[in-house]
């Protein structure tokens, strides 16, 4: 099991950028798959990013695909979304999760361990 933290949320105006941070906690970090998800109320949780244990390979949802970017750093435990040309339907809390997988999922059932979630609101 392994804790995570996300930070790094916050309001920005349209076409802006934020970077998120998810904080790891353990020493297994570098062997999970990591994905960042969003729920925007009213909504289900849907997929944004992912990226697998080595930091090789990543998937992005096509909503998202040329504006966002996920990576890692296993020295550090911690996760990263740059989020840049933001628009307001990016609007949600974004969570992030683990995977004991070697390919990063892109289904939430396919996730062991979840953050608490940061607030991302883009104003128009």
């Known amino acids: 099991q392994v804790q995570l933290v996300e930070s790094g949320g916050g309001l920005v105006q349209a076409g802006g950028s934020l970077r998120l941070s998810c904080a790891a906690s353990g020493r297994t970090f570098s062997t999970y798959a990591m994905g960042w998800f969003r729920q925007a109320p009213g909504k289900e949780r849907e997929f944004v990013a992912a990226i697998s244990w080595s930091g090789h390979r990543f998937l992005y949802a096509d909503s998202v695909k040329g504006r966002f970017t996920i990576s890692r750093d296993n020295a550090k435990n911690t996760l990263y979304l740059q989020m840049n040309s933001l628009k307001p339907e990016d609007t949600a809390v974004y969570y992030c999760?683990?995977?004991?997988?070697?390919?990063?999922?892109?289904?939430?059932?396919?996730?062991?361990?979840w953050g608490q979630g940061t607030q991302v609101t883009v104003s128009s």
């Open positions: 999760a683990a995977a004991q997988t070697l390919i990063p999922p892109i289904r939430t059932s396919e996730y062991d361990d």
